[in-house]
């Protein structure tokens, strides 16, 4: 782990990260980026804290054993079960100059300046709701905002299986909608609290009600990154800048590269590796 320098890496369980990828390497195409998927493990959503953690750990130490110095977890399950535990013990031990950061604070702080009605949505996977982080960062930033959760269990796996865009994806994305409406109708902005969900963003807006503001993620964790680089020349200096993407997956390299194809709008090529 000696690299004075190395690309910014980005982290998620399998395709969903490269939704944030795609973002930040449009607002900041400059730096090298090193991608890693653990699609061989995914989905995390139902795991529990303890497995996430340990496989977010892993992939953490993977990813600065390839020269990262900043790393970040482009996956709401990720970020709500592992981030705080591996900024708080093991960067400590592994290498206190490093950083890892998540994808949940960069969308909160942008809810309390957009609903009025101080009612908001979560949709996100079982194990992002379970974990309550989403409510408990919004009532740092907005205590007045009063948060309601919603698990989309079939979702990630109408991606993953390229149904995203199927009649049949219609009954499950309007049933979770109604869903959540039915239990707050003050709702005014609803998060998209997984990366996996812009694919399905045609399908969200067909069912959402006019008047509710759908955030994504991308666009607001991409001007956060570039934020932080401008406030942490230190960290700033140690990323590599040749306008590369590097995809590596813990499954079949073949099918990433797929996949990936989807999700980035561009053919890339993708190795496997094992962690």
């Known amino acids: 782990m000696a690299n004075d ?7 998620d369980s399998g395709y969903g ?3 944030i990828l795609r973002q930040i390497r449009s607002l900041m195409p400059q730096y090298d980026f090193l991608y890693l998927g653990d699609n061989a493990r995914a989905p995390y959503g139902e795991r529990s804290f303890e497995v996430v953690y340990e496989f977010t750990r892993q992939a953490v130490r993977y990813l600065f054993q390839q020269g990262c110095h900043l790393i970040i977890l482009a996956c709401n399950t990720a970020s709500a079960k592992a981030l ?16 890892v950061l998540g994808v949940i604070r960069p969308t909160v702080e942008v809810v309390g300046s957009l609903s009025k009605t101080r009612h908001v949505g979560i949709m996100a996977t079982d194990g992002t709701i379970r974990s309550k982080t989403y409510e408990l960062e919004i009532a740092k930033q907005s205590p007045d905002i009063k948060v309601t959760g919603e698990a989309c269990p079939m979702w990630v796996p109408l991606v993953e299986n390229d ?3 199927s009649p049949g994806a219609d009954y499950f994305v309007r049933e979770r909608i109604e869903s959540l409406l039915s239990r707050d109708p003050l709702i005014d ?3 998209l609290g997984c990366t996996h969900y812009p694919l399905l963003l045609g399908k969200i807006q067909k069912f959402m009600p006019e008047g509710v503001n759908i955030i994504e993620q991308g666009g607001y964790v991409a001007q956060s990154l570039k934020d932080y680089l401008s406030r942490h020349p230190e960290i700033e200096e ?5 306008g590369s993407v590097r995809l590596l997956t813990t499954e079949r390299a073949e099918l990433f590269q797929e996949k990936a194809t989807i999700f980035m709008g561009e053919a890339l090529n993708a190795e496997r590796v094992q962690l």
Do not use: A, H
């Open 189 to 191: 902005n609803v998060i």
């Open 17 to 19: 990260g490269l939704t």
């Open 5 to 11: 320098i190395g690309p910014i890496g980005v982290f």
């Open 163 to 165: 149904e995203y865009d």
């Open 84 to 99: 705080r535990t591996i900024q708080q013990v093991d960067l400590k031990k592994i290498d206190p100059k490093r950083r």
């Open 238 to 242: 140690r990323v590599t800048k040749g």
